[in-house]
C-alpha cells in the first residue's frame, strides 16, 4: 500500500492569516496528522483497473475518506461532545466490500438517482428503455450506476481546503441513458467540520440527470445500535406519497398532521411504524424542501446520547428521508457487527424520483449548452 502525502493546505493557510492560526488549530498538540490530502493505493476492482483513496483531514481532526470507485464517501470520522471520535456512516475498510452486493454506502448515485417507472421515458420523440433492476423499476442509475464505476481523481486548490475532484464521462447509451455526459463532484473538508459536495454535469445529448449521495449516517457511530433514537428535523412541509413500488404518484401533499412530519424536532422511532405504506417498514420517501434559491437548510440529525450533530444544506429542491429499512444483517461494516434495520439512515438531497414522468415536479431534463451545477453541505458539530 503506497502513501503519498498530497499537500497540507489549511496550515499554509494560516500562516497567510493570523487569526487561521487560531482558527484551525493548525499545529496543536493532539493533531498528530496534520490537515491536508493523503493519497492511498486501494488495491483493484476484479477487472484490475486500480482504486485511490483519499484522506481529508483538517485542523480539528476530522477526517474523510473517498475512493475512486463509485466516487464513494466510505467513511467520517467525527468527535462527540467528549472529543471522542467515531466513524459514523456505514461502510467498510477495504475495497472488497464496495465491489460485492452493498446497497450504494456513501455512493455517488447516478445517471438518475432513485427510481423511473418502468424503466423507461419518452424524450424528443424517442423511448428510451433502462434496467429494471428493483422490480418492475429503474433504480439508481441501473445495473452498473455511477455507484459502481471508477471515477479520476483530480486535485484542485480550494481556498486552502482539503478537497478532491472525482471526473467520469458516462459515454451516450451508457446505461440506457442519451447522451456523452461529463460528471463530476467535488469532495471538499471545510474548517467548520462540513462535508462540502459540489457536482456539476454537461451533455452532448438533451438526458435526464439526478445526482445524490448516499451516505448512511448514524452519529452514535456505525454499528453501535440504530437510529430509532436520532431527532431528526427536515425543513419540508410537503412530501411525494408513493405507491406499493415506492413510485411518487405524481401528488404533493402537507406533512402536518401525520407521521411524515418532521417540521420539528422528533425521534425518528416515534412514528416508524405507522408510515403509510411502508414495507417492510420505515420512512423513503422525498421531502419537498421549502421554495428557495440556492442553499437552504434541509435537515437536522441529532443523537442526544453523544451530542453529536448533523446539519444539511442544500440548493436541490427534495430529500429523501430513508430510514435504512432494507438492511436486515447480513452485511458487516468496519466493525464487524451486522448492519441490522434501521442501522443508519440516508438524506439523500435531491431531484424528486421519477421526475422524468411528472411534469408538475423540478425538471430532472439537461440540455446540450446547460451545465448542471447543485451543491450539499453535511456540517456536523456538537451540543
Ligand atoms: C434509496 C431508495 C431505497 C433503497 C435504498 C438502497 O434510498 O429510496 O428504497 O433502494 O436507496 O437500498
Redesign the pocket.
Known amino acids: 500500500m503506497t502513501r503519498i502525502r498530497i499537500h497540507v493546505p489549511a496550515c499554509a493557510l494560516a500562516l497567510v492569516a493570523a487569526v487561521a492560526v487560531l482558527a484551525t488549530g493548525c499545529g496543536s498538540a493532539g493533531n498528530k496528522e496534520k490537515a491536508g490530502v493523503e493519497k492511498i493505493d486501494y488495491g483493484k476492482t476484479r477487472e484490475g483497473v486500480p482504486i485511490e483513496q483519499y484522506i481529508l483531514r483538517n485542523a480539528h481532526g476530522m477526517v474523510i475518506k473517498v475512493i475512486t470507485y463509485g466516487a464513494t464517501l466510505t467513511d467520517v470520522r467525527v468527535p462527540d461532545r467528549d472529543g471522542k471520535m467515531a466513524s459514523v456512516v456505514l461502510g467498510f475498510d477495504s475495497l472488497d466490500g464496495y465491489l460485492g452486493t452493498e446497497?450504494?454506502f456513501g455512493a455517488t448515485v447516478g445517471r438518475v438517482a432513485?427510481?423511473i417507472a418502468a424503466g423507461r421515458f419518452d424524450l424528443n420523440g424517442r423511448t428510451y428503455t433502462l434496467a429494471t433492476n428493483?422490480g418492475p423499476n429503474h433504480?439508481?442509475g441501473g445495473l452498473r450506476g455511477f455507484d459502481k464505476v471508477v471515477w479520476h481523481a483530480a486535485l484542485h486548490p480550494s481556498g486552502g481546503e482539503p478537497s478532491v475532484t472525482f471526473e467520469y464521462l458516462s459515454r451516450d447509451g451508457e446505461e440506457g441513458y442519451p447522451g456523452n455526459l461529463s460528471v463530476s463532484v467535488t469532495y471538499t473538508l471545510t474548517s467548520q467540520n462540513e462535508i462540502k459536495l459540489d457536482y456539476s454535469a454537461t451533455t452532448d445529448k438533451t438526458t435526464p440527470l439526478n445526482l445524490t449521495n448516499?451516505a448512511y449516517f448514524n452519529l452514535a457511530g456505525e454499528g453501535a445500535g440504530t437510529i430509532l433514537d436520532h431527532e431528526l428535523t427536515i425543513a419540508a412541509d410537503q412530501f411525494t406519497p408513493v405507491d406499493a413500488g415506492?413510485i411518487p404518484t405524481g401528488q404533493v401533499v402537507p406533512v402536518g398532521g401525520t407521521p411524515m412530519d418532521f417540521t420539528t424536532p422528533i425521534r425518528v422511532g416515534a412514528r416508524i411504524t405507522q408510515v403509510p405504506g411502508a414495507a417492510p417498514g420505515g420512512y423513503?420517501h422525498n421531502y419537498v424542501l421549502r421554495p428557495h434559491t440556492g442553499l437552504t437548510f434541509a435537515a437536522r440529525l441529532q443523537d442526544p446520547a453523544s451530542g453529536r450533530e448533523l446539519d444539511v444544506f442544500t440548493t436541490e429542491p427534495g430529500v429523501?428521508f430513508?430510514s435504512g429499512?432494507?438492511l436486515d444483517g447480513t452485511i458487516r461494516g468496519r466493525s464487524g457487527i451486522p448492519y441490522g434495520q434501521h442501522a443508519a439512515l440516508?438524506l439523500?438531497t435531491q431531484h424528486f424520483?421519477d421526475g422524468v414522468h411528472h411534469a408538475s415536479f423540478p425538471s430532472t431534463i439537461l440540455e446540450p449548452g446547460q451545465r448542471f451545477a447543485s451543491r450539499t453541505i453535511y456540517r456536523f458539530s456538537v451540543r
Do not use: A, K, S, V
Request: aromatic share 18%; glycine share 0%; hydrophobic share 20%.
Open positions: 446497497p450504494y432513485n427510481r428493483n433504480l439508481h448516499h415506492l423513503d429523501q430513508y429499512n432494507f440516508c439523500e424520483p
